[in-house]
């Protein structure tokens, strides 16, 4: 079994930063690719952002140039560096992690940005 422990989350003003944090543990067999997704109240969860194994970074189109994903191969974490923050970004933030085709969830972290 695979385990995703995200942190980060929080409350933060219009315009401010937070980071978001996934460590993965487990049994896992091969990242294909780690990313985040946010869903909103009332709203379906979408994408936010993405690494795959070799490197290349995709973004949803509202986040580019203000959110930046990183990872650490060594220690299987993703990071969501979160800058510019806007009362639109509020929502509870997923981290994934596609191990060869299996698709696994984090519990959620809240991320609320005040007007």
């Known amino acids: 079994q695979v385990q995703l422990v995200e942190s980060g989350g929080g409350l933060v003003q219009a315009g401010g930063s937070l980071r978001l944090s996934c460590a993965a543990s487990?049994?896992?067999?091969?990242?294909?690719?780690m990313g985040w997704y946010r869903q909103a109240p009332e709203k379906q969860r979408e994408l936010v952002a993405t690494v795959i194994f070799g490197g290349a970074t995709h973004y949803q189109d509202s986040v580019k140039g203000r959110f930046t994903i990183s990872r650490d191969n060594a220690k299987n974490t993703v990071y969501l560096q979160m800058n510019s923050l806007k009362p639109e970004d509020t929502a509870v933030y997923y981290c994934?992690?596609?191990?060869?085709?299996?698709?696994?969830w984090g519990q959620g972290t809240q991320v609320t940005v005040s007007s």
């Open positions: 487990g049994s896992i067999v091969g990242i294909v690719s």
């Open positions: 994934n992690l596609n191990d060869i085709g299996r698709h696994y």
